[in-house]
Every structure is written in C-alpha cells, then in structure tokens.
C-alpha cells in the first residue's frame, strides 16, 4: 500500500504561481512512477503531468506545457508540481497518483494509487 498526501493548494490570481507537494509513504517510494491529475468542476479527471520511476523522464499535458514543472526528491518520499502562469482554467482539485508502469500515463486506469486532493483556485 501507498498513501498519498497532497499540499500546497489555494486561491492564486491568474499569472500568479503555486507549487504543489505530494509525500508518499508504505511501499518503497523508487518503485513508482508518479503524477499529477486534475478535475474541474462537472469535467473529467484529466492528466497534467508524471515523471517516471527509471530516469526520471516527464510528461505534460499539452495545455500546461512550459508553465508547470514536476519533479521528484527520492530522499523525501515527495513529488512537487510547480505551477507558474497559472490561468482560471487550470483551477481544480488536483491530485497525485503512483502508477508501477511507464507508459499510457494519460490515462487514469495505470495508476493505482490516489490521493485526496488539493484545491486550486485561480482567480481572473
């Protein structure tokens, strides 16, 4: 078992930034390859960003691309989104998920484990 615990969330004006935490515990942290989601309010879970559990290679989803990084600290059990230039359409509740694959990681069905989520909140 993994448990996932996110932070970091809140109200932010549009162009403003945030940086979310995730700190994992249970299993060996290594093993996973993690990520971030997103659901807005009556819209689907939709993928924002992973960083796999080999060599650390990310993947963003189209409309977050060069304003959000993720990224990983093995040592803290901790994945982090830093989210800059944030417009009102990124807000959701966004949560961190660990997945043991590497591929498909758009979709929701490789990740096994889940947290509870943040809020984001971006003001126009």
């Known amino acids: 078992q993994v448990q996932l615990v996110e932070s970091g969330g809140g109200l932010v004006r549009a162009g403003g930034s945030l940086r979310l935490s995730c700190e994992a515990s249970g299993r060996v942290f290594e093993e996973y390859t993690m990520g971030w989601f997103r659901q807005a309010p009556g819209k689907e879970r939709e993928f924002v960003a992973a960083?796999?559990?080999?060599?650390?290679?990310?993947y963003y989803a189209d409309s977050v691309k060069g304003r959000f990084t993720i990224s990983r600290d093995n040592r803290k059990n901790t994945i982090f989104l830093q989210m800059n230039s944030l417009k009102p359409e990124d807000t959701g509740v966004y949560s961190c998920?660990?997945?043991?694959?590497?591929?498909?990681?758009?979709?929701?069905?490789?990740?096994?484990?889940w947290g509870q989520g943040t809020q984001v909140t971006v003001s126009s």
């Open positions: 960083i796999t559990k080999n060599d650390d290679t990310t």
């Open positions: 998920a660990a997945s043991v694959v590497a591929s498909h990681l758009e979709n929701t069905w490789p990740w096994i484990y």
